[in-house]
């Protein structure tokens, strides 16, 4: 019987209203984003410049809410990187020298001295004066191997000791190589993404492509060249003890030290003879991966600079090695320049303290973004970089808009001049079915491209489809001499299994689209997926809701379907 129960049409009515409202902020898009940007600058401590009108610009009581516009309709950048891996052997290795050193020392009286001898990067290369004890040495090297971290490494050791003549080479074994790679990826992906999290762009794609590539499409930045400079900087920030200062850049150093250049070379580019070069010890004793928070700031003479704040144990050794060092120079290095070599004037306790270094105002916000967001563990190459103007977004959008008004209106067309008046309620649920599909995406946050509009666009045309399976049974019915009554309800309870049957393993390829699929596929899948719910909804229940209210006030005694 064409019967709906009082709460059942409530419920149907509720949810068409509370999805048709938050699709509603989409047909304002300007002016809610804008209201958005407003109120979430005011929530960060900004004010002034027109703020609070801008913030007014849309109800505060109505949902806000708008379907993110991805890379090819907003524009933006997209650049494919390159993790140089082998960076972090060099950092690896070295890391390990001075407890190699201070080892060997203690074993002195046996082995002799020990002597750091120049080698490839990501190897230490140490010569013993007792060779007959070279073996002896090696074995107590071997004994700081550690076992690899990795599942596919099972029982391997992450240094590999060899040994010829009188030298000991230490260096970082295959399967750590290997597990090595996989974490320096990871970890630039994170810090990648923290980076951009930090200035705030909309729904970027980053992802991992291969074993060493990543994926970075941020719409809405200005310039390919603009994110290159935000994420391509290692930011990899030591604090390292001065040994002596030159003008001599080829200078030679000795074992476990470092020839660096002052930052301020590059703010003189026109005249080198007054170049600054810098002897330091290798071996930090605080790395930016101590750090807690960075602020950007200024010094005492309103220069602007960069205010640090160490964790618990960095703060620790930062105070321990100012108070054993008062009245040396002690280097800030970041990414292989020396921004500044302070003499140590008094004991530095509390894990707090400031970079100056001839920074703009811009260059220090840059810098305590970097900082904060952590330090690359290794450099990037650019293997693709595009720029995507919003010009070009802007015509996808009208391409967009107007395949979905054709199809929408072919759709409308055939509908009413097939089923008549049954084709209208269709046409009604149909409108009704693309506003819930843009008030779901807005309410789970989901990032619109082409492919998504292809996706609407398909589902306009399929969303009338679970209509026809039913008009045509209800035809069917009414040629078997039923009443009008008995046919609808005849049509629509024999075509519903039809309807899930066929809804269901669409419903399956989305999700299966969407979970190996990525980027664009991805895109497609979720406002296929979400238009499959939606025109399911709208047509099991809301058109057979104003079927229903129809009949009951006409009565009629024949249909015409």
């Given at each position: 019987m064409l019967q709906i129960d009082m709460w059942k049409r409530v419920l149907i009515w509720l949810t068409v209203v509370v999805g048709l409202l938050l699709a509603l902020p989409n047909g304002f898009y300007t002016r809610v984003e804008t209201r958005n940007d407003a109120v979430k600058a005011i929530a960060e401590g900004g004010a002034g410049n027109g703020l609070e009108e801008q913030a007014g610009m849309w109800p505060s009581w109505l949902p806000s809410g708008l379907v993110n516009l991805g890379l090819d309709l907003r524009g933006g950048a997209h650049l494919l990187a390159e993790v140089r891996t082998a960076d972090v052997y060099k950092t690896r290795i070295n890391s390990m020298w001075p407890e190699i050193r201070d080892m060997l020392r203690e074993e002195r009286a046996t082995i002799g001295t020990i002597r750091l001898q120049p080698g490839p990067e990501d190897q230490l290369r140490i010569r013993v004066s007792n060779a007959d004890q070279v073996e002896r040495a090696a074995s107590l090297v071997r004994g700081l191997a550690r076992p690899v971290t990795s599942l596919t490494a099972a029982g391997a050791n992450d240094i590999a000791v060899s040994v010829e003549g009188d030298v000991i080479t230490v260096q970082l074994s295959a399967a750590e190589k290997a597990a090595t790679d996989n974490r320096t990826v990871l970890q630039a992906l994170e810090i990648i993404r923290n980076r951009i999290d930090e200035v705030g762009t909309r729904e970027p794609t980053i992802q991992r492509q291969g074993a060493d590539r990543i994926l970075i499409q941020v719409p809405g930045i200005g310039s390919a060249a603009e994110l290159k400079r935000i994420i391509g900087t290692t930011a990899q920030l030591t604090f390292q003890p001065v040994i002596s200062r030159t003008a001599d850049k080829t200078a030679s150093v000795g074992g476990g030290e470092q020839l660096l250049p002052a930052k301020e070379n590059n703010d003189r580019k026109d005249d080198t003879s007054d170049d600054i070069y810098y002897v330091l010890e290798a071996a930090p004793v605080v790395t930016g991966e101590d750090l807690v928070d960075a602020q950007p700031s200024f010094d005492q003479n309103g220069q602007p600079a960069v205010t640090f704040r160490f964790d618990a144990s960095g703060g620790r050794r930062f105070g321990d090695y100012t108070a054993q060092n008062i009245g040396n120079p002690f280097a800030i290095v970041l990414d292989g320049e020396v921004?500044?070599?302070?003499?140590?004037?008094?004991?530095?306790?509390?894990?707090?303290?400031?970079?100056?270094?001839?920074?703009?105002?811009?260059?220090?916000?840059?810098?305590?973004?970097?900082?904060?967001?952590?330090?690359?563990p290794a450099g990037l190459n650019f293997l693709e970089e595009r720029t995507i103007g919003p010009e070009l977004g802007a015509d996808s959008i009208e391409a967009g808009k107007i395949a979905c008004i054709v199809a929408f209106i072919a759709v409308l067309v055939f509908m009413f001049l097939s089923y008549g008046m049954f084709g209208m309620f269709a046409n009604i649920a149909l409108i009704i079915n693309v506003g819930l599909i843009f008030g779901l995406l807005s309410l789970i946050g989901a990032t619109l491209t082409l492919p998504g509009i292809a996706g609407i666009v398909l589902t306009i045309g399929m969303a009338v489809d679970a209509n026809v399976l039913v008009f045509e049974r209800i035809r069917e019915e009414l040629k078997t001499a039923k009443g009008p009554a008995r046919a609808i309800d005849l049509g629509y309870e024999k075509a519903l299994s039809a309807i899930v049957d066929a809804n269901i393993t669409t419903f399956i390829t989305a999700v299966i689209l969407y979970a190996v699929g990525s980027g664009p596929v991805r895109g497609f899948a979720i406002t296929l997926g979400m238009g499959i719910l939606t025109s399911v909804f709208t047509a099991i229940f809301v058109t057979r809701l104003l079927v229903v209210i129809w009949f009951e006030r006409r009565r009629p005694k024949t249909l015409e379907v």
């Amino acid at each position: 019987m064409l019967q709906i129960d009082m709460w059942k049409r409530v419920l149907i009515w509720l949810t068409v209203v509370v999805g048709l409202l938050l699709a509603l902020p989409n047909g304002f898009y300007t002016r809610v984003e804008t209201r958005n940007d407003a109120v979430k600058a005011i929530a960060e401590g900004g004010a002034g410049n027109g703020l609070e009108e801008q913030a007014g610009m849309w109800p505060s009581w109505l949902p806000s809410g708008l379907v993110n516009l991805g890379l090819d309709l907003r524009g933006g950048a997209h650049l494919l990187a390159e993790v140089r891996t082998a960076d972090v052997y060099k950092t690896r290795i070295n890391s390990m020298w001075p407890e190699i050193r201070d080892m060997l020392r203690e074993e002195r009286a046996t082995i002799g001295t020990i002597r750091l001898q120049p080698g490839p990067e990501d190897q230490l290369r140490i010569r013993v004066s007792n060779a007959d004890q070279v073996e002896r040495a090696a074995s107590l090297v071997r004994g700081l191997a550690r076992p690899v971290t990795s599942l596919t490494a099972a029982g391997a050791n992450d240094i590999a000791v060899s040994v010829e003549g009188d030298v000991i080479t230490v260096q970082l074994s295959a399967a750590e190589k290997a597990a090595t790679d996989n974490r320096t990826v990871l970890q630039a992906l994170e810090i990648i993404r923290n980076r951009i999290d930090e200035v705030g762009t909309r729904e970027p794609t980053i992802q991992r492509q291969g074993a060493d590539r990543i994926l970075i499409q941020v719409p809405g930045i200005g310039s390919a060249a603009e994110l290159k400079r935000i994420i391509g900087t290692t930011a990899q920030l030591t604090f390292q003890p001065v040994i002596s200062r030159t003008a001599d850049k080829t200078a030679s150093v000795g074992g476990g030290e470092q020839l660096l250049p002052a930052k301020e070379n590059n703010d003189r580019k026109d005249d080198t003879s007054d170049d600054i070069y810098y002897v330091l010890e290798a071996a930090p004793v605080v790395t930016g991966e101590d750090l807690v928070d960075a602020q950007p700031s200024f010094d005492q003479n309103g220069q602007p600079a960069v205010t640090f704040r160490f964790d618990a144990s960095g703060g620790r050794r930062f105070g321990d090695y100012t108070a054993q060092n008062i009245g040396n120079p002690f280097a800030i290095v970041l990414d292989g320049e020396v921004i500044s070599a302070p003499t140590i004037q008094a004991h530095i306790s509390g894990g707090s303290g400031i970079i100056t270094g001839r920074f703009s105002l811009e260059e220090s916000t840059e810098l305590a973004v970097l900082l904060r967001a952590g330090a690359l563990p290794a450099g990037l190459n650019f293997l693709e970089e595009r720029t995507i103007g919003p010009e070009l977004g802007a015509d996808s959008i009208e391409a967009g808009k107007i395949a979905c008004i054709v199809a929408f209106i072919a759709v409308l067309v055939f509908m009413f001049l097939s089923y008549g008046m049954f084709g209208m309620f269709a046409n009604i649920a149909l409108i009704i079915n693309v506003g819930l599909i843009f008030g779901l995406l807005s309410l789970i946050g989901a990032t619109l491209t082409l492919p998504g509009i292809a996706g609407i666009v398909l589902t306009i045309g399929m969303a009338v489809d679970a209509n026809v399976l039913v008009f045509e049974r209800i035809r069917e019915e009414l040629k078997t001499a039923k009443g009008p009554a008995r046919a609808i309800d005849l049509g629509y309870e024999k075509a519903l299994s039809a309807i899930v049957d066929a809804n269901i393993t669409t419903f399956i390829t989305a999700v299966i689209l969407y979970a190996v699929g990525s980027g664009p596929v991805r895109g497609f899948a979720i406002t296929l997926g979400m238009g499959i719910l939606t025109s399911v909804f709208t047509a099991i229940f809301v058109t057979r809701l104003l079927v229903v209210i129809w009949f009951e006030r006409r009565r009629p005694k024949t249909l015409e379907v």
